[in-house]
């Protein structure tokens, strides 16, 4: 225990020194240098680091429904952020959290974990190929029978993400997802809010299989998806 301790502490000041004198070290509002302390110690007020759940390299953790961070674009990490705060996104727990930050800190916090380049777990499990060639499906054409657009359409090539504010789903955890995509379906259906629109589409088979093929995408061999 005392050298996994020991470990994360020189992880987490090496991180801060290497943010500090990084060229990009300010963005969106935010500092890298403040958010990577936030990210490691919390704050003075009692806030905990924000790396006791999503980790310090921000990869997050897929067995608990925690998700990657590391890459995110900062503009829409700090959104995220301030609708936890203003409870337009509800989660008690990340409430507890964003609404104890300033709006300083969580503009520090977003551009620490977006300025990570950490590297994509593979997936815990292997995933048949059929499943991967429906996520696929889904992924890069949509499906007309159930009007359902592309999810790339709007999240990008290989859901590598569209700044400022749509978030990247390559190499994101499918519990993750599914999870995010349960609550949208189970949530009253917005006209306005397109993803509220597709979740009520979908279902779980789908859902499981457009979340898996967007986990393994960074670790993906040709052969399985064509």
Same mark, same amino acid.
């Given at each position: ?45 009692? +806030?905990? *680091? !924000?790396?006791? %759940? /999503? #980790?310090?390299? @921000?990869? =997050? ?86 009007? +359902?657009? *592309? !999810?790339?359409? %709007? /999240? #990008?090539?290989? @859901?590598? =993400? ?65």
């Amino acid at each position: 225990m005392k050298a996994i301790i020991v470990g994360a502490v020189i992880v987490s000041v090496a991180v801060i020194v290497v943010a500090e004198n990084s060229p990009n070290s300010e963005a969106n509002g935010g500092n890298v240098g403040r958010g990577a302390r936030i990210a490691a110690w919390g704050t003075s007020r009692g +806030v905990a *680091s !924000c790396s006791s %759940c /999503h #980790g310090y390299d @921000g990869v =997050g953790n897929g067995n608990s429904q925690i998700p990657r961070l590391a890459g995110q674009s900062s503009a829409y990490l700090l959104q995220q952020l301030n609708d936890f705060a203003s409870g337009n996104r509800p989660n008690a727990y990340m409430a507890n959290f964003a609404q104890r930050l300033s709006a300083q800190e969580r503009a520090d916090v977003a551009v620490y974990f977006a300025s990570l380049e950490s590297g994509f777990p593979p997936p815990e499990r292997e995933s048949a190929a059929n499943m991967l060639q429906r996520g696929r499906q889904l992924a890069e054409y949509g499906d007309d029978k159930l009007t +359902v657009q *592309s !999810c790339n359409n %709007c /999240h #990008g090539p290989q @859901g590598t =993400g569209e700044y400022p504010e749509i978030p990247a789903l390559q190499g994101q955890y499918s519990s993750y997802i599914v999870g995010r995509l349960k609550r949208w379906k189970e949530a009253p259906l917005r006209d306005d809010d397109l993803m509220s629109r597709v979740a009520s589409e979908l279902g779980p088979e789908d859902m499981q299989a457009v979340s898996t093929y967007f986990e393994q995408l960074p670790n993906a061999h040709d052969g399985g998806l064509k």
